[in-house]
Structure formats: C-alpha cells, structure tokens
C-alpha cells in the first residue's frame, strides 16, 4: 500500500466496488505451516483506480465471514 501511496479507504472501496473474486490460489501459510487458499480481487475504488488485493475469507459458524486483507497494489 505503501509504495503504491493507497490508503485503507482505498482498498475499502475498491473491496466494496467488487462484483467477483478475480482467481483463488493454493498457498502455504508461512506461521502453521498449513494450506490455504487466497483470493485475489480487482476492482476500482471511487476515484476509478483499479486497485489488486489479496486476502482470504475466514469461516465463523461454518459460513465465510471475514476477508482478511493480506496485500494490495495498484492492479496493472
């Protein structure tokens, strides 16, 4: 976020603008040890910047509640 100068309301309304998960990877969570799958979403926020994060949806009461922001950058 930093190096692209977005700030958290940037990347709130670039999640609140999305219509879709762009692609969902397999990855290896580094601290468990674990697989997990990260989801990547692209999406403008209000200013019509289109903006790429990476996060993954945790579940609470077995239904996906949370999306826990992992990266983001200016999508190219």
């Known amino acids: 976020m ?3 100068n977005l700030d958290i309301t940037d990347i709130r309304e ?3 603008n999305a219509v879709a998960i762009y ?3 397999r990855s ?3 601290q ?3 697989r997990e799958y990260l989801h990547v979403i692209q999406s ?3 200013a019509g910047i289109a903006i790429y994060t990476k996060g993954k949806l945790l579940v609470e009461d077995r239904t996906e509640t949370f999306y826990v ?3 983001s950058k ?3």
């Open 2 to 4: 930093e190096v692209d």
């Open 14 to 16: 670039s999640l609140m």
């Open 23 to 25: 692609k969902t990877i």
């Open 28 to 30: 290896t969570n580094a």
């Open 32 to 34: 468990t040890g674990h």
């Open 44 to 46: 403008p926020n209000l």
């Open 69 to 71: 922001l992992v990266s």
């Open 74 to 76: 200016h999508a190219l």
